[in-house]
């Protein structure tokens, strides 16, 4: 099976999107680098105040799936949800 890798940016529109992201980073960090199947996840701050680079591996498909509905489900997707994402996936 091949890797799964998503890289690309979260990009907010403004100061309240960024606390959100600021305060909420931490703990979906930790709790996506436990799970099953993560080989890596990097959220980082770029030098555009509003975007963060975004770089994440997973074992497989079925890893990188389980991912997608567990942040779906979770505080931090309901709360980035209006977010823009601009990412690119590769290895599904």
Known sequence: MNNVRLSGQL???G???VAIVMQHLPLHMELTRAEEGCLSFEVKPTQEPFVWQVDEQFRDATAFQAHQK???DSEWGRLTAGIER???V???
Do not use: K, L, T
Request: charged share 35%; glycine share 6%.
């Open 11 to 13: 990009v907010c529109d």
């Open 86 to 88: 601009r990412y690119i």
């Open 90 to 92: 590769e290895g599904i």
């Open 70 to 72: 567990r942040v779906a």
């Open 15 to 17: 100061p309240d999107q």
